[in-house]
């Protein structure tokens, strides 16, 4: 069965840092587009970033632009994500995703992780 497992999250104050990381099992998603995506109570799940098979191509929300970083290493088969200059704003659970396109959207995505908790406090 295939599986993305989220690592990282935690409770950091405002203006701290984090780096979540994304490891599938079940097979390797080295030819797959990788996404981050959160969810605030009470709000709709939203896209974070994005990043292509071979890393070369990466998209941002507008809202995390500057402070957040994607990234992977496909030897290792992991997908990062630097959270820097954290916000309470950003307090939500995270998921990765893995799918054939790289995007904003979604319903593009067919491989979910469970989510990891992010808590920014100020």
């Known amino acids: 069965q295939v599986q993305l497992v989220e690592y990282g999250g935690g409770l950091v104050q405002a203006g701290g840092s984090l780096r979540l990381s994304c490891v599938p099992s079940g097979r390797t998603f080295s030819h797959y587009a990788m996404g981050w995506f959160r969810q605030a109570p009470g709000k709709e799940r939203e896209f974070v970033a994005a990043?292509?098979?071979?890393?070369?191509?990466?998209y941002y929300a507008d809202s995390v632009k500057g402070r957040f970083t994607i990234s992977r290493d496909n030897a290792k088969n992991t997908m990062y994500l630097q959270m820097n200059s954290l916000k309470p704003e950003d307090t939500a659970v995270y998921y990765c995703?893995?799918?054939?396109?790289?995007?904003?959207?979604?319903?593009?995505?067919?491989?979910w992780g469970q989510g990891t908790q992010v808590t920014v406090s100020s």
């Open positions: 990043i292509s098979w071979g890393g070369g191509i990466t």
């Open positions: 995703a893995a799918g054939r396109a790289t995007t904003n959207n979604a319903l593009e995505y067919n491989y």
